[in-house]
């Protein structure tokens, strides 16, 4: 696939870009061309990513400090205002964010954790969802909404409570959008698993797993390139695992 520009002037915002998948997927963008907005609560890990992305002569990207499960319905309602002040329209916006929660049995999982997983990973994106879909609507391109999703969203697996739960919400939050935007809307919704992945996610939840024996976030970024371009515009109310789509490029 080629890479080059592909995303030239295009306004991308990438929410939890801080580390891991979410950091990987920006600095992808942003090579690419993207016009780059960049959210999480790190500050000075964003204000690291800005300075690398400086650093490869891209474009600066704006930083949002911004946590999730802290914020209402109108600190939400404001960011989007914020966006639209920034950028004026937005042609995509990767919803990275997750909380892993506790690895223990329903019987066992701490109420306040299972909240916080929740608001984070369920109601957050809901929100995002909600308050950016209208600057989405006002793309001059196809733009790209990409949720992101993980195979215990699919299949619910003993011991990963809440976070489970939450990759299911997704998943039904990713469809019933899509279906409620429809085959001919200005705005493409999908979801993206990124499978077994070398993040700081995945070691909280593999702590005995060997890191070398999983691939980068680098590795799969093909995926979330594909997804965000043009050449994507006609793949709608999908939910795409990263490692198999990779694997069939290759």
């Not at 995509?92 to 223990?104: F, W, Y």
């Not at 990963?160 to 939450?166: H, I």
């Amino acid at each position: 696939m080629h890479t080059s520009n592909i995303l030239n002037g295009h306004s991308i915002l990438v929410v939890g870009s801080s580390e891991g998948i979410g950091r990987e997927a920006a600095l992808t963008y942003a090579r690419a061309g993207a016009k780059l907005m960049i959210l999480a609560r790190n500050t000075s890990a964003l204000e690291q990513l800005k300075r690398q992305i400086i650093a490869e002569g891209l474009c600066s990207p704006r930083i949002f400090q911004f946590d999730l499960e802290s914020k209402n319905e109108d600190d939400y309602r404001q960011l989007a205002q914020h966006v639209e002040a920034e950028s004026h329209t937005l042609d995509g916006a990767l919803l990275n964010a997750s909380l892993l929660g506790a690895r223990t049995t329903l019987a066992d999982y701490p109420w306040d954790t299972w909240q916080q997983v929740m608001q984070v990973n369920v109601n957050a994106q809901f929100l995002l969802v909600k308050h950016l879909l209208p600057l989405l609507q006002r793309s001059s391109t196809d733009a790209s909404l990409i949720l992101t999703t993980s195979s215990v969203g699919r299949q619910g697996r003993a011991e990963w409570g809440a976070y489970s739960v939450s990759k299911f919400a997704t998943e039904a939050l990713m469809q019933i959008c899509a279906q409620e935007l429809g085959e001919n809307s200005p705005v493409r919704i999908n979801c993206i698993n990124p499978g077994g992945t070398r993040t700081a996610m995945r070691a909280a939840a593999y702590p005995e797993e060997d890191p070398s024996s999983v691939r980068t976030p680098a590795d799969i970024m093909d995926l979330y390139l594909h997804l965000m371009s043009p050449e994507s515009s006609d793949v709608r109310g999908q939910s795409i695992d990263a490692q198999n789509w990779n694997r069939q490029k290759a």
